[in-house]
């Protein structure tokens, strides 16, 4: 589905990836790992064509990023569900407005939409908030809705950033729940996380394979964590 070939990134001068392999196939669950700095958000933007390699191959569905136009990587990201770190939303929108909004830049009819759309706030325990605007919503309901917004499409792929980095350990395991419940249901997820804890508990839930980027490069972490 999301394969990188020997792939290098550069900017400013310096080297922040190199000779990086990875294939997500399709139903696998990976979490990323790292230290701060280590180019864990890099690498996810690199997998949904968001950044463009300074070497190497990356494949999008079968397809050569090199080869494919702006519009085009449009349409193929449209298979791929990102949830970012800030959660990114607009904040003169409702939380259900906000889930809906990639319907509505897709050019797909909103209200076509409604009864999944509603199903799938109330999947994510949002209900009581579908009407609430993003600022006065807690940490743990930003990353919820984020979620939603991620999946409202249908994607095959979700990619998450730190999605428990500014939440409590209870809603981190809400949240974990979640991304097993989508892999669980053919998505393939690759989660870039700091906690380690989190990775332990989901082990116990589903294969997932825990990859470490160190000096630039990406290695399979062993069963010591």
């Not at 940490?139 to 984020?146: D, F, I, N, S, T």
Request: proline letters at 3%.
């Amino acid at each position: 589905m999301i394969e990188l070939r020997d792939v290098s990134y550069s900017y400013g001068g310096g080297e922040l990836l190199s000779a990086i392999s990875l294939t997500l196939a399709p139903g696998s669950f990976h979490f990323l790992t790292g230290p701060s700095g280590a180019g864990k958000t890099t690498l996810l933007k690199l997998c949904y064509a968001d950044l463009r390699a300074t070497a190497g191959k990356i494949l999008l569905f079968d397809q050569d990023v090199r080869d494919m136009d702006r519009d085009q990587i449009a349409r193929l990201r449209r298979r791929v569900g990102v949830v970012h770190q800030d959660c990114q939303f607009l904040d003169h929108l409702s939380v259900a407005e906000n889930v809906a909004l990639p319907l509505s830049v897709s050019g797909r009819d909103v209200e076509g939409h409604v009864s999944n759309l509603m199903e799938l706030i109330g999947w994510v325990g949002m209900k009581d908030q579908m009407d609430a605007l993003p600022p006065s919503l807690s940490g743990g309901e930003r990353q919820r809705a984020a979620l939603a917004r991620a999946v409202i499409m249908d994607p095959e792929v979700i990619i998450a950033d730190e999605p428990t980095g500014n939440v409590d350990w209870e809603m981190s395991l809400r949240l974990l729940t979640l991304l097993v419940e989508l892999n669980r249901m053919g998505k393939t997820v690759l989660v870039a996380t700091h906690d380690l804890n989190l990775i332990r508990a989901a082990k116990a839930q589903t294969a997932a394979r825990v990859l470490r980027i160190r000096n630039r490069q990406i290695q399979l972490a062993g069963a010591d964590l």
